[in-house]
């Protein structure tokens, strides 16, 4: 079977004969290069992982915390319990990040002061559970949660703010809140934030949530990335769209994404599925890894690879970044310039 573009799928021997790599390897991007990051024998049933500084990073299993600074040279278990689960990350800076997570079946957000060597555990409002949330600093973040009322199937989402470093949140009952699992928040240590709503909202704030607007985007969007109070970037799943300044969306990208990242209005990278097509209910995808110096008005496309996919991207400075992939070989890799 041949997919669009000249991506071809081998049925019979199950890897691709006219992408340029197979299952378990990871397409060339044009202007970047990866390396593997090793992994200790001891940690296994990887859930995610997040590099918060060069060389530095967490992997989460499911009842463990372990601690690299050497790029995977070596690894430290700096916690554990019977089940922790991780919902969202966020590093201020190399020393001081927060997570949002349960801990032995409890809610909770985890907090490190020493680059993630040591962490203390703050327990909120014991019906509340953070999903997305973001740090503008060591006190000042926002977030969305999820209230169970008294243990019961009934679910209420809500966005919040701290001022206290997360040991109380305040409800922002003025804004509209996202369902939307993918859709990000963000907090910026200027005072410019973001949270997403309902159908094709996001609300802004540039005075550290004290007031919101609320911006109208593309409908039914499922990623999005914010670089600061006129320049976004948002994606539904066929196409990927830019504003910047006014109030005009233009269309950068007629593939759907995976992920993108922006280092700035013109320099980015993305993972996007180039061919696509269906044998027998099973989906098969042709992917590449993407970049742009124009701020997506063209893209250097790198060599395809079916049902290539990467998760838990994070890039700590504009030359530098760490993903996680698992396509019948797991690994993590390094993605630098």
Known sequence: MT?????????????????????????D??????????????????????????????????????????????????QSGSIIRINDISFIDPLHGFLAARKDNKVCILKTENGGHTWFTIFYQPEDEIFHFSFADTLMGIARLTHNENGTSFDRKFN??????????????????STRSTATIKFFPDGFGYIPGLNDEFHITNDFGESWTTLHTIPNFALNQFLDNHTFFVSDFNAMYKI??????????????????????????????????????????????????????????????????????????????????????????????
């Open 3 to 27: 997919l669009a573009d000249g991506c071809e799928y081998d049925k019979t021997n199950t890897h691709p004969t006219n992408c340029d790599t197979d299952f378990t390897g990871i397409p």
């Open 29 to 78: 991007i044009p202007g970047w290069k990866f390396n593997s990051v090793p992994v200790s024998p001891s940690i296994v049933s990887i859930e995610h992982i997040h590099f918060f500084a060069e060389g530095k990073g967490l992997i989460f299993t499911n009842s463990e915390i372990w601690l690299t600074e050497n790029e995977g040279e070596s690894w430290t278990k700096v």
């Open 160 to 177: 919040a703010k701290t001022t206290d470093g997360g040991l109380t949140w305040q409800e922002i009952p003025e804004l509209s809140v």
């Open 244 to 337: 910047d300044g006014g109030n005009t969306w233009i269309k950068i990208s007629d593939h759907r994404p995976q992920w993108f990242h922006f280092f700035s209005p013109t320099d980015g990278v993305s993972v996007q599925s180039v061919a696509i097509d269906i044998d027998f209910d099973v989906v098969i995808e042709c992917n590449a890894f993407l970049s742009t110096s124009d701020g997506g008005l063209t893209w250097n496309e790198g060599p395809s690879s079916v049902d290539f996919y990467m998760s838990d991207i994070n890039f700590v400075n504009d030359h530098l970044g760490y993903g996680m992939t698992a396509v019948n070989d797991f690994r993590i890799a390094k993605i630098f310039r």
